[in-house]
């Protein structure tokens, strides 16, 4: 379960339905081309609060009957309708996925208990594993590395995927949990976290960028600090770009230059704009050839 999973987009079609030809391109493309370890399911990058439970279904099923045995698959389950993320994650288990992950729950403003009894009422539904998803900028929830402990006395909590730029915690529960598997979350903070020690990472622009993301972590596990540095430097060019043009619509149209069929956005996200396909035409060239 170590190394770089690719936090897998979405494909819709102009009526916001599976492209299912497209996600699966866009699966080959990940394991074919980028090499990657794994692939993250219905997480953010996936679209996943925008979708229905069949969809979501739809999409775990799909992803899992084109990637086969051939990398881990982490199915993201986590909802605010914790009857939903019971059935999802009893869905996937029985799929196959190697490893459940839950956003913790977000929107009302649930005090630690309770977000620790949703990870525990999951968990006692299913025979997997969970690897808690931790993301306060969206969220705004902030677990310390205290409540990090009590929800890892859960044996079948196996990690965190955390994507925080707050590397004092990181350090501290990479110390505190070395049995633990922590996925860092930012890519742009890719070579810092993996000097902490991280098993791996989950991310976005993977998408893209799958192959140069595992030589920065690669580099960093060596000691190669200097390659490291300057590979996550021309990294953050790119994200840096990627970001200003917006990310998913990005990241779905640079997929499109290069043959992979990776659709629109779903409403109410926007579709990119001309403008839009036109920059990320711009940043596959500048950055990818
Ligand atoms: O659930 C997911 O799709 C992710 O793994 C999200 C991942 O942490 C990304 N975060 C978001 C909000 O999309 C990052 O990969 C992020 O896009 C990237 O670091 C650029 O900021």
């Not at 199915?75 to 605010?80: M, T």
């Not at 998913?248 to 659709?263: F, S």
């Amino acid at each position: 379960m170590k190394g770089i999973f690719t936090a897998l987009i979405g494909a819709f079609d102009e009526q916001g339905q599976i492209n299912e030809k497209g996600l699966r391109e866009i699966v080959r493309y990940n394991i074919d081309h980028s090499k990657v370890d794994g692939l993250y399911v219905n997480g953010s990058t996936g679209e996943n609060f925008l979708l229905s439970t069949p969809q979501k279904k739809k999409v775990f099923e799909i992803v899992k009957d084109e990637a086969g045995q051939e990398v881990k698959l982490i199915a993201q389950v986590g909802s605010l309708n914790l009857e939903e993320s019971i059935e999802l994650a009893k869905f996937t288990t029985e799929l196959g996925y190697d490893a459940l992950s839950a956003v913790t729950p977000f929107y009302y403003k649930f005090d630690f208990e309770e977000i620790k009894d949703y990870y525990n009422a999951i968990l006692e539904e299913v025979d997997n594993q969970m690897i808690v998803y931790s993301i306060p900028a969206l969220t705004g929830v902030n677990m310390n590395l205290e409540q990090f402990r009590e929800l890892f006395e859960n044996e079948k909590i196996t990690g965190v995927k955390f994507t925080a730029p707050d590397f004092f915690l990181l350090e501290r529960l990479r110390h505190a949990f070395p049995e633990k598997l922590i996925y860092s979350g930012f890519d742009e903070m890719l070579l810092p976290a993996s000097v902490l020690g991280i098993d791996g990472a989950i991310g976005s622009t993977f998408n893209l960028n799958g192959v140069k993301a595992r030589e920065i972590f690669e580099s960093a596990q060596k000691g190669d600090l200097e390659k490291a540095r300057k590979l996550q430097k021309e990294t953050n060019d790119m994200i840096s770009d990627v970001l200003s043009n917006g990310l998913y619509q990005t990241i779905k149209e640079v997929l499109k230059v290069r043959g992979v069929d990776a659709g629109v956005c779903r409403k109410p996200m926007k579709s990119a704009t001309e403008s839009q396909i036109k920059f990320a035409a711009e940043i596959q060239k500048k950055y990818f050839e």
